[in-house]
């Protein structure tokens, strides 16, 4: 494998580097339905204020003494955000929602989930390379905890004129042996995931759906283990998204490259995690739910895939519950062609939309 955090290290310097400019100036949005994905409390107040013209925060209140009516002109904070469109909230599709780049914004899930339990615990992994395959099994509890960071930026706005948006997004997840004593608590795998995609927007109808998003990018995941732990690959990953109502669909197939034989950690990982995968995700007022399926695209005893599902619910104000069940091969990269189910609950901090 190559040196373990490379593509990861770029990402993260990538994404570093645009911290300072998304933190000295506000976007400048042509419509205020923009501001409503943003997830930073002063931009987004920042930005509404841009869009409304005012020099300084103000929401009216209504009273006896200050009535505010329903057909005062121009757009009301409200509002802004009743009928947006999911996809639009989290890629900045349509022209209105542009907000410029280098504004971190969120990706995938951010969670910890202190309760992480498996059916069916992992103690050799294995693979067709015998460089790859461990032979002294480990000391692993059933029960661990499990993080992830995810988040993205938009690096280049209007690739083509006024169409096409590069993002750069990173995605690290960590299960940690938190109670398992017996061999001083380590983390068992922490997968990292760093990606390059190209977004456009897109507006037709197919089956009732919204055709919103069409995009292309290159993907490395890797767990940064020397062997017989190490596990990588790197692919080119299609993304055609769809949504209805509260409801957003994502499918995403993907071409891996190859590698030469004596390098691959993982050479048979497409007939397990698979060649694609599709995501429904529904968001309601207070809670949002995901299924994510994943197969391998092949009959037979090579028929294989995973189900993950999630369910995001209130606890308080600015607090929510998250639960996990996945079951299947390739919850993570070390587990690739090990089957196995998984429970898990903790806390969200930011959903899928």
Request: hydrophobic share 35%; proline share 7%.
């Amino acid at each position: 494998m190559n040196a373990p955090f490379r593509a990861s290290a770029c990402a993260c310097l990538l994404l570093a580097a645009a911290c300072p400019a998304a933190a000295q100036e506000a976007p400048e949005p042509s419509s205020i339905d923009a501001c409503v994905a943003i997830e930073s409390d002063a931009q987004r107040l920042a930005c509404y204020d841009a869009a409304m013209h005012r020099d300084a925060p103000f929401v009216a209140e209504e009273s006896p003494a200050n009535p505010v009516f329903p057909d005062e002109p121009g757009p009301r904070v409200a509002d802004a955000g009743s009928h947006r469109s999911l996809l639009d909230s989290r890629w900045e599709l349509s022209p209105e929602s542009k907000l410029g780049t280098f504004n971190m914004r969120a990706y995938q899930p951010i969670y910890i989930m202190p309760v992480f339990a498996t059916s069916n615990v992992n103690e050799l992994p294995s693979s067709p390379n015998p460089n790859n395959t461990v032979t002294i099994p480990e000391q692993l509890d059933s029960i661990e905890m499990k993080f992830q960071l995810s988040f993205k930026t938009k690096v280049w706005q209007g690739v083509f004129g006024e169409y096409g948006d590069i993002w750069a997004t990173y995605t690290q997840s960590s299960r940690w042996q938190l109670y398992n004593s017996e061999v001083s608590r380590p983390f068992r795998e922490t997968n990292y995931e760093p990606e390059g995609m190209l977004v456009f927007n897109t507006n037709y109808k197919l089956l009732g759906w919204d055709g919103r998003l069409l995009g292309i990018g290159i993907n490395h995941q890797s767990n940064g283990r020397s062997d017989p732990y190490s596990r990588s690959w790197n692919r080119i990953i299609g993304a055609i998204g769809f949504e209805r109502d509260g409801w957003t669909l994502m499918l995403r197939p993907w071409w891996r490259f190859n590698e030469a034989a004596r390098n691959d950690n993982n050479p048979d990982i497409e007939d397990y995690v698979g060649r694609g995968e599709v995501q429904v995700v529904r968001v309601t007022d207070t809670h949002q739910f995901s299924l994510l399926l994943r197969h391998s695209l092949r009959g037979g005893d090579r028929s294989r895939g995973s189900l993950r599902y999630t369910w995001s619910f209130p606890i308080s104000r600015s607090l929510r519950g998250y639960a996990e069940i996945f079951t299947g091969y390739g919850e993570s990269l070390i587990d690739y062609n090990h089957r196995a189910t998984y429970l898990g609950v903790g806390l969200s901090l930011l959903d899928w939309y």
